[in-house]
């Protein structure tokens, strides 16, 4: 079955700097690739996804690139801000039938003031 | 729109108990779905429901059920607790149902059950 491994497990940036997580996956099935952010006490909530027959998608401060071959995506997420601090998730998911997505093991990001 | 909604916010059981977690939307999704969140191991799939009436099992569906009568509810039974099955648990639901390819999943907020 699928896996997905993600790193870092742990970040802090300073403010304004640059943060980039990074998963990969393993099943070359896989066509669909959300990302989620999860606040303290609160369920995860979409940020930015991709499908596989895309290679890179901004959403304001944050893009998402991913690679086929290499079989990983990565977020990014600019000028960040203590909002951003939160943990973050990736997934991969290839069951049209049955959506079932497979996690990461989550980043906690902290952007320090 | 209030989402999707989960009852209880807390729960602490003992050992041998049962209980129903209780999952609710209101945005017409055809597909549910429950997982599992415990500390490193991201979220993992315990059952899902592509629509009425049809229900499947996920990564780790051992020690629950689930049933789904109607559109918007999708009850998850733990049919004697243990200790390995306290957990935040999430449910979740997008539109698309059977076919139409994956889709962004709105997730509750979460139950945080404990067993002794």
């Known amino acids: 079955g699928e896996n997905v491994e993600q790193h870092p497990s742990t970040l802090s940036v300073q403010e304004g700097d640059s943060a980039v997580i990074k998963c990969t996956y393993s099943?070359?099935?896989?066509?669909?690739f959300p990302w989620y952010k999860q606040e303290l006490g609160k369920g995860p909530q979409l940020i930015i996804d991709?499908?596989?027959?895309?290679g890179e998608k901004k959403d304001q401060r944050i893009a998402v690139t991913l690679n086929k071959t290499a079989k990983h995506f990565s977020l990014h997420i600019t000028e960040t801000q203590p909002e951003d601090s939160a943990v973050y998730f990736c997934?991969?998911?290839?069951?049209?039938?049955?959506?079932?997505?497979?996690f990461g093991p989550g980043t906690r990001l902290s952007v320090l003031p | 729109n209030a989402g999707v909604t989960q009852t209880p916010k807390f729960q602490v059981l003992k050992t041998g108990q049962s209980m129903t977690l209780q999952c609710a939307q209101d945005m017409n999704h055809e597909y549910m779905s429950w997982y599992r969140q415990d500390p490193g191991m991201g979220l993992r799939l315990i059952h899902y429901s592509v629509g009425a009436g049809i229900t499947d099992q996920g990564e780790v569906p051992n020690g629950y059920n689930v049933s789904r009568s109607t559109t918007e509810d999708f009850p998850l039974r733990l049919l004697s607790a243990a200790p390995s099955q306290t957990s935040v648990y999430f449910c979740?639901?997008?539109?698309?149902?059977?076919?139409?390819?994956?889709?962004?999943?709105?997730f509750g907020p979460g139950t945080r059950l404990t067993v002794l």
């Open positions: 099943d070359s099935a896989s066509n669909y």
């Open positions: 997934a991969a998911s290839r069951d049209n039938y049955g959506q079932n997505f497979v």
């Open positions: 991709i499908r596989s027959n895309v």
């Open positions: 979740a639901s997008s539109y698309n149902g059977a076919g139409r390819g994956a889709d962004t999943q709105y």
